[in-house]
């Protein structure tokens, strides 16, 4: 007697969940036409006709392909190695023909490697299936066909609007057409008509040019992180490379950015909260992640060595099988070499900013010299040791400038570039701009970049603190309070901008009316910011967020800590049910640690009711102002929030929905809801986290 192992239709909808998103989806798509050796791959999204088309002229595939193509989990591929023409395999799980179905359910396919072929899968019918191992695709013969694959996917409505969405904005539509670091690969993006293509990429020193600070660049034979300014050689820095199977390069560009510097840089370069940022390319292939070499890393270590304006690439190669993601490829499959890797990229991130904002003071602009001119009685001859003192002196390359001496005037060059200190006698002293030089513009100068986020509440703003300085037109240094200050507009006369407590943006405006040359503003940006921090179970994303400033670890409860972390794996939008139905026992399991904990046996002594209990909680620790100080202090939650946030009135809601969620699930609360739950929970588990694990609260 035998049996047979049958699989139903349904394990191929489970499986092509793994592939999270459309825009995952894709990127697999076009991984097929790389890997097929491909010199261009087309997506044209036609929402009249509601059709998704992929088209490539790579080496397409026989029977013997497309048997292997509806062969669950078989791959000819091997991840990670190259080919005769050196590129490196990505795909090999098996899986890449089911993204197709993240857009629609009918799907056409033509094909031509020796033969063409032409054939169409329904969905719906292949899920339907009792065992799909009996599935037919039917194979029509079409030698009419031009070699390589065209895939034609009817659209959904919610595809047809989620795809548009997505790609109404620059920065996403660039990433796609720019997912593949090489330039024997084209790849073009038609939306109605309307063409983008990665062959139009900006090279990285166009960006920002009136901005442009270092070119830094990294290789991993040389082991040489290298400075470049204006195009010569500044600085150089030994950095040791620890691996052998992985090669890593980095070029980047880094800025002084002022007002609307933002607008100079290519829109591939920002990232989800519009911040511009490297790009990391893994085997060729965009890497969706933006932490592992994040610009912003030294801010909270030491906001003087901030040099967080960069762009530039990342490129990592390695036929290593251990290097995986996860399904949406935005993080390492963690094990001892990616966490090598991601340790590396984090201090030589460090290394190359300490250095940087160490060296770049007065660069751009090249503002180095404290006058602008000198009485002849200063001249002294060959007295070059004079003139170098009238250099600022935290202008660290201060001894390599060149300094030449003329009859009216002192010439400073370094870098390819100029700064002129004028020479005057005592007779041209009031008239110094009636010769045939003509007068300096008048310049303000600030301390800082040009836009700064500043997180709330914050304390009272002095604005005259950030002006470095202010010249006239005679090269004078002119007092601070000679400047007019316009906060948005409105002239602002003691120079201090109150505390500000909501998320907003203020345009600071530094005017200065020179006598000979006008009007001169120079313009500052403070984006005031709610602080955000994971509330931090694994170096995973996280609904549970704080208003603090760094990422705080819970570990009273192991339970608690599974469950929280198995919630973060699941996106809220596709398992509110599961995610809903589990908010109620966090609560749950937080009264129960406390209610088994030594330190409050008594503590719910006469109280059964459990909503009873929590307000308990948030009245015992709100009506004690050491507690709620120890607590802000432990989390970096500013006191006045953290103080907002225990209202009782907020907490009877959030219970009244968690029962709501906990029994009838999704029926009446909705997304929105499962936030304002999540944002009170959190504060909670924080402050049962200080209860059981702080000894000053008892």
């Not at 009996?134 to 070699?147: A, H, V």
């Not at 040099?307 to 290097?323: A, D, K, W, Y």
Request: with cysteine; net charge positive.
């Amino acid at each position: 007697m035998k049996t047979i192992i049958r699989v139903g239709g349904n394990i191929i909808s489970e499986l092509s969940e793994k592939i999270p998103t459309n825009i995952i989806a894709l990127n697999e798509l076009i991984k097929n036409s790389y890997d097929a050796e491909a010199s261009f791959v087309t997506i044209e999204i036609n929402t009249l006709e509601k059709l998704l088309r992929i088209v490539d002229d790579g080496f397409g595939m026989d029977k013997s392909d497309i048997d292997t193509l509806f062969h669950i989990s078989k791959s000819s591929k091997i991840h990670g190695k190259k080919n005769l023409n050196g590129r490196i395999t990505q795909g090999s799980k098996g899986l890449g023909f089911l993204s197709v179905f993240k857009f629609g359910r009918m799907v056409k396919w033509k094909t031509k490697k020796n033969k063409g072929f032409i054939f169409c899968l329904d969905f719906d019918q292949l899920i339907a299936s009792e065992d799909i191992s009996k599935y037919e695709i039917e194979l029509i013969e079409d030698n009419n066909i031009s070699k390589g694959t065209e895939i034609i996917i009817t659209l959904d409505d919610y595809n047809i609007k989620s795809i548009c969405e997505y790609f109404s904005l620059e920065k996403n539509y660039k990433k796609i057409i720019h997912s593949f670091d090489d330039k024997l690969f084209n790849i073009t993006l038609i939306i109605d008509k309307k063409t983008y293509s990665s062959n139009k990429l900006i090279p990285l020193l166009n960006n920002g040019k009136d901005f442009q600070l270092f070119y830094i660049s990294y290789n991993n034979n040389t082991q040489e992180i290298l400075f470049k300014y204006n195009n010569r050689i500044v600085l150089t820095e030994t950095y040791k490379y620890p691996f052998e199977d992985v090669s890593i390069d980095i070029e980047l560009l880094t800025f002084q950015l002022r007002s609307h510097g933002k607008e100079k840089i290519d829109k591939l370069f920002f990232n989800s909260i519009d911040d511009i940022t490297p790009l990391i390319y893994y085997n060729s292939n965009l890497f969706n992640n933006y932490t592992i070499f994040d610009p912003n890393i030294m801010r909270n270590i030491k906001t003087s060595q901030v040099m967080n304006q960069m762009i530039g690439f990342i490129r990592i190669l390695s036929e290593n099988t251990l290097i995986d993601f996860n399904s949406d490829r935005s993080q390492f499959l963690q094990n001892e070499l990616t966490d090598s890797i991601i340790d590396f990229l984090y201090n030589i991130n460090k290394k190359i900013q300490e250095i940087g904002s160490k060296n770049k003071q007065h660069l751009v602009g090249f503002n180095i010299l404290k006058e602008k001119y000198i009485s002849s009685e200063y001249k002294i001859k060959n007295a070059v040791s004079k003139y170098r003192d009238i250099i600022k002196e935290d202008f660290s390359f201060k001894d390599k400038v060149k300094i030449k001496i003329c009859k009216e005037r002192v010439t400073y060059s370094l870098f390819g570039k100029t700064a002129t200190l004028l020479i005057k006698n005592d007779k041209e002293k009031d008239n110094l701009y009636n010769s045939e030089y003509e007068p300096f513009p008048a310049k303000i100068h600030l301390n800082c970049n040009n836009e700064l986020n500043i997180e709330i509440p914050s304390d009272q703003i002095d604005l005259r603190k950030y002006i470095d300085s202010i010249y006239n037109s005679n090269g004078e240094s002119v007092n601070n309070n000679n400047i007019i200050i316009r906060v948005n507009g409105k002239i602002n006369k003691n120079g201090i901008l109150s505390s500000i407590n909501k998320p907003c943006q203020i345009k600071i405006d530094y005017n200065y009316s020179d006598s000979k040359t006008g009007i001169v503003i120079e313009r500052l940006i403070f984006n005031f910011i709610k602080p955000i921090a994971n509330i931090k179970i694994k170096k995973i994303s996280s609904l549970f967020t704080i208003p603090a400033q760094e990422d705080y670890l819970i570990k009273y409860n192991q339970y608690l800590n599974k469950l929280i972390e198995q919630i973060n794996i699941l996106p809220l939008n596709k398992y509110m049910e599961i995610i809903s139905c589990s908010l109620r026992v966090l609560f749950e399991l937080s009264i129960d640690t406390i209610s088994k904990s030594k330190k409050y046996s008594n503590i719910f002594n006469g109280i059964n009711d459990f909503e009873k209990k929590v307000i308990k909680i948030i009245n015992y620790i709100k009506s004690n102002k050491n507690y709620k100080t120890e607590i802000s202090n432990k989390t970096k939650i500013e006191y006045k929030s953290l103080d907002k946030l225990l209202s009782v009135s907020d907490y009877e809601k959030v219970i009244g929905k968690t029962h709501l969620s906990s029994h009838k699930s999704t029926t009446y609360i909705c997304e929105n809801d499962i936030h304002y739950i999540i944002k009170y929970l959190s504060i909670f588990i924080i402050i049962t986290n200080e209860m059981i694990n702080n000894k000053n609260i008892a």
